[in-house]
């Protein structure tokens, strides 16, 4: 029976030709699930430092409530109830007005873009890892409220002034940016993605390694066949073809393989970092459809560097 | 017409030398021309270089002196990338007929025609033509490995002929076949010869030698020469 097509040159007996698609499989698969981990890390470092850059914390200090229970008007310790009611609501209604005016300050200012006060509940569970997880403890924490506001990314928001406008409501209003202690995350996720980069780079070197000694080996153990194919008139382009085709298609098997493994691997990253909070689901990070691209270009991408390799490799050893 | 055919050079050999080592020459100095349709006997004791004289030819080794000329073309000056048109124009028989063995028979008579560029399926077609011919129609899905030395032989002619060659280089094509088969593919040589391809044929065969009426030459101590025989009847002439 005569097959449709037919190739001069026979691969099959080649023992790391049959490899191809079981290499390239694994190779495929480390290299999507490292550019997802560098992706995934990138993206959510670069959208949590674009929304630090321009994002500060104000924190209006809690009622002075302490003071209140244990001083009278003179700085004695306070004797009448009536009197210490009285002092605790007007402490209450001073610090309702600092926040008025705090906010108002920012609202005013034409360079912020959003002003939120933060849910106390919210404050709250962010300190009981390190104060207690008893609700009455840390309802009776002189917690500050905390204003999250952002600022016009590439305005001119004048902190000076700001701190200058704040300091005659409430001299203990303080303002936090983030820059000092972020820097260092930063570099770590730098570190991260470098390192998978790198480790990227690493695994297509080794996959371009194994394409020349596969090439070569196939191109050797053909040498009868080439020779008579070229007495025939057969040019070195279409030597080279030969050898391109079945690479490809196993490179391409191999490379599949290797992206629908990555599949359900890429899904379970995405579920534990949505569960252990590492990275904020807004983010998508590992979701499949921000890999999806990575998924289907990778095994693309890997056959085209076997064909360009392989070619360039028959070609050179048959030039010589 | 024909006369004038027959007095076209198509292969021009001037003070060609090649040699096995410094003091055993395959040719010295030899000056030879073939012409344009001509049918020639190569003959001489093993291992004179009879094989290194096609060789020449096909431009498998390249002289250690002289010119080779072939189709009008210097081979010295023949670029690699020219290498493979030139060699599309000539069909080359081989005495271990070195066909692919992953191959069935059909695919190994179509390879020249695919390698030339044509379309798989027409050279198929002309490939059972051609195996018909050579009276091998009924093995187109056998691999060589399940043929005959006699039938390989046919199948490796076949495939020089496909692409109906201007020169056709057979090196002791009848070398592993017997008496029968010998004649057979001469048959087929002769008809090939009669649609104009010149023919070179190197072989041991006398009793092929002395029946068809062809010029033998003989190669010798470096030297290409017509047998005694031949010299008569062209002198005669």
Same mark, same amino acid.
């Given at each position: 029976?005569?097959?449709?097509?037919?190739?001069?040159?026979?691969?099959?007996?080649?023992?790391?030709?049959?490899?191809?698609?079981?290499?390239?499989?694994?190779?495929?698969?480390?290299?999507?699930?490292?550019?997802?981990?560098?992706?995934?890390?990138?993206?959510?470092?670069?959208?949590?430092?674009?929304?630090?850059?321009?994002?500060?914390?104000?924190?209006?200090?809690?009622?002075?409530?302490?003071?209140?229970?244990?001083?009278?008007?003179?700085?004695?310790?306070?004797?009448?109830?009536?009197?210490?009611?009285?002092?605790?609501?007007?402490?209450?209604?001073?610090?309702?007005?600092?926040?008025?005016?705090?906010?108002?300050?920012?609202?005013?200012?034409?360079?912020?873009?959003?002003?939120?006060?933060?849910?106390?509940?919210?404050?709250?569970?962010?300190?009981?890892?390190?104060?207690?997880?008893?609700?009455?403890?840390?309802?009776?924490?002189?917690?500050?409220?905390?204003?999250?506001?952002?600022?016009?990314?590439?305005?001119?928001?004048?902190?000076?002034?700001?701190?200058?406008?704040?300091?005659?409501?409430?001299?203990?209003?303080?303002?936090?940016?983030?820059?000092?202690?972020?820097?260092?995350?930063?570099?770590?996720?730098?570190?991260?993605?470098?390192?998978?980069?790198?480790?990227?780079?690493?695994?297509?070197?080794?996959?371009?390694?194994?394409?020349?000694?596969?090439?070569?080996?196939?191109?050797?153990?053909?040498?009868?066949?080439?020779?008579?194919?070229?007495?025939?008139?057969?040019?070195?382009?279409?030597?080279?073809?030969?050898?391109?085709?079945?690479?490809?298609?196993?490179?391409?098997?191999?490379?599949?393989?290797?992206?629908?493994?990555?599949?359900?691997?890429?899904?379970?990253?995405?579920?534990?970092?949505?569960?252990?909070?590492?990275?904020?689901?807004?983010?998508?990070?590992?979701?499949?459809?921000?890999?999806?691209?990575?998924?289907?270009?990778?095994?693309?991408?890997?056959?085209?560097?076997?064909?360009?390799?392989?070619?360039?490799?028959?070609?050179?050893?048959?030039?010589? | 017409?024909?006369?004038?055919?027959?007095?076209?050079?198509?292969?021009?050999?001037?003070?060609?030398?090649?040699?096995?080592?410094?003091?055993?020459?395959?040719?010295?100095?030899?000056?030879?021309?073939?012409?344009?349709?001509?049918?020639?006997?190569?003959?001489?004791?093993?291992?004179?270089?009879?094989? %290194?004289? $096609?060789?020449?030819?096909? !431009?498998?080794?390249?002289?250690?002196?002289?010119? /080779?000329?072939?189709?009008? #073309?210097? @081979?010295?000056?023949?670029?690699?990338?020219?290498?493979?048109?030139?060699?599309?124009?000539?069909?080359?028989?081989?005495?271990?007929?070195?066909?692919?063995?992953?191959?069935?028979?059909?695919?190994?008579?179509?390879?020249?025609?695919?390698?030339?560029?044509?379309?798989?399926?027409?050279?198929?077609?002309?490939?059972?033509?051609?195996?018909?011919?050579?009276?091998?129609?009924?093995?187109?899905?056998?691999?060589? %490995?399940? $043929?005959?030395?006699?039938? !390989?032989?046919?199948?490796?002619?076949?495939?020089? /002929?496909?692409?109906?060659? #201007?020169? @056709?280089?057979?090196?002791?094509?009848?070398?592993?076949?017997?008496?029968?088969?010998?004649?057979?593919?001469?048959?087929?040589?002769?008809?090939?010869?009669?649609?104009?391809?010149?023919?070179?044929?190197?072989?041991?065969?006398?009793?092929?030698?002395?029946?068809?009426?062809?010029?033998?030459?003989?190669?010798?101590?470096?030297?290409?020469?017509?047998?005694?025989?031949?010299?008569?009847?062209?002198?005669?002439?």
């Amino acid at each position: 029976m005569t097959n449709k097509y037919f190739s001069e040159i026979s691969l099959d007996k080649e023992l790391s030709y049959r490899y191809i698609p079981a290499i390239f499989s694994v190779m495929v698969f480390l290299i999507i699930i490292l550019i997802s981990v560098s992706l995934s890390i990138g993206g959510s470092f670069f959208k949590w430092d674009f929304e630090m850059k321009h994002r500060y914390t104000v924190q209006v200090p809690a009622p002075e409530i302490e003071l209140i229970d244990t001083l009278d008007d003179n700085g004695n310790p306070e004797e009448n109830p009536l009197s210490f009611e009285k002092k605790t609501e007007k402490a209450k209604a001073d610090a309702r007005l600092v926040l008025q005016q705090t906010i108002t300050v920012f609202k005013s200012d034409p360079q912020v873009i959003r002003v939120d006060v933060v849910d106390p509940k919210k404050v709250q569970k962010l300190v009981r890892p390190f104060i207690s997880t008893n609700t009455e403890t840390l309802d009776s924490l002189p917690l500050p409220t905390l204003i999250e506001i952002d600022v016009r990314p590439g305005g001119k928001f004048n902190l000076n002034a700001t701190l200058l406008k704040l300091k005659n409501i409430h001299e203990n209003i303080q303002v936090d940016h983030q820059d000092k202690w972020q820097q260092s995350i930063k570099n770590f996720g730098q570190a991260i993605k470098f390192v998978s980069y790198l480790f990227i780079s690493l695994i297509v070197l080794c996959l371009i390694a194994l394409m020349i000694l596969i090439t070569k080996s196939a191109v050797h153990s053909n040498k009868k066949v080439i020779d008579v194919l070229r007495l025939m008139g057969a040019r070195n382009n279409y030597i080279a073809h030969l050898y391109q085709m079945p690479i490809v298609k196993s490179t391409l098997m191999g490379g599949f393989i290797g992206s629908l493994l990555a599949l359900p691997v890429i899904y379970g990253f995405s579920l534990l970092a949505k569960s252990i909070g590492l990275l904020s689901s807004e983010s998508m990070a590992f979701s499949l459809s921000n890999n999806l691209s990575v998924i289907i270009a990778t095994p693309l991408i890997i056959a085209l560097i076997s064909f360009i390799t392989t070619r360039i490799t028959v070609m050179r050893s048959l030039n010589r | 017409m024909q006369n004038i055919k027959k007095q076209q050079e198509i292969i021009r050999l001037d003070r060609v030398g090649l040699y096995y080592t410094k003091d055993t020459p395959i040719c010295f100095n030899l000056d030879f021309s073939f012409f344009a349709g001509g049918f020639y006997f190569l003959t001489g004791p093993s291992g004179v270089g009879k094989t %290194s004289l $096609l060789k020449l030819i096909y !431009k498998e080794v390249t002289p250690m002196s002289g010119l /080779v000329r072939v189709f009008g #073309k210097d @081979l010295s000056k023949l670029s690699a990338q020219e290498l493979p048109n030139f060699r599309q124009k000539m069909g080359l028989v081989f005495q271990d007929c070195r066909l692919l063995d992953h191959l069935n028979t059909l695919d190994n008579v179509a390879l020249p025609m695919k390698i030339a560029g044509s379309d798989l399926k027409k050279a198929r077609v002309y490939a059972k033509e051609l195996l018909h011919w050579v009276g091998l129609g009924q093995h187109i899905d056998a691999f060589p %490995s399940t $043929l005959s030395d006699g039938q !390989k032989q046919r199948i490796g002619i076949a495939r020089a /002929v496909i692409t109906r060659p #201007k020169l @056709l280089l057979a090196d002791e094509p009848t070398g592993n076949v017997d008496d029968i088969s010998a004649f057979k593919m001469m048959s087929l040589f002769e008809e090939l010869n009669k649609i104009g391809t010149t023919i070179i044929l190197a072989t041991h065969n006398r009793q092929i030698v002395s029946t068809f009426p062809y010029p033998e030459l003989q190669l010798y101590h470096g030297q290409l020469s017509y047998s005694q025989q031949d010299q008569y009847s062209m002198s005669g002439q």
